[in-house]
């Protein structure tokens, strides 16, 4: 089992910065896909930022590419989230993700092993 723990969040107004932390400790495989997911109410969760944490590729949704940067300490234990350029439409209820990297890559799509953290709350007003 892998313990996640988030900190970061908060509100900002457009055009702001905020950067999450999520730190996984426990039964973690070399190589895992780490990273981030959004919900919002009435919506289903979308994959935002994901690391693979043994190469390092990285993998974002549309909407955030140029904005948000994903990356990892060395210990490939924590990720990191580093959100520029806030826009009122990334107000979400952000969730840390990670699962293990067994064959192929990791996409931005949760697998069925995914083990979630708390979740952090995110506000961008305009």
């Known amino acids: 089992q892998v313990q996640l723990v988030e900190s970061g969040g908060g509100s900002v107004q457009a055009g702001g910065s905020l950067r999450l932390s999520c730190a996984a400790s426990g039964s973690t495989y070399r190589s895992n896909c780490m990273g981030w997911f959004r919900q919002t109410p009435g919506k289903e969760r979308e994959g935002v930022a994901i690391?693979?944490?043994?190469?390092?590729?990285?993998y974002y949704r549309d909407s955030v590419k140029g904005r948000f940067t994903i990356s990892r300490d060395n210990a490939k234990t924590t990720a990191y989230l580093q959100m520029n350029s806030l826009k009122p439409e990334d107000s979400a209820m952000y969730y840390c993700?990670?699962?293990?990297?067994?064959?192929?890559?990791?996409?931005?799509?949760?697998?069925?092993?995914?083990?979630w953290g708390q979740g952090t709350q995110v506000t961008v007003s305009s």
């Open positions: 993700a990670v699962w293990p990297l067994l064959v192929g890559f990791c996409g931005l799509t949760p697998k069925p092993n995914t083990n």
């Open positions: 690391i693979s944490t043994y190469s390092g590729n990285t």
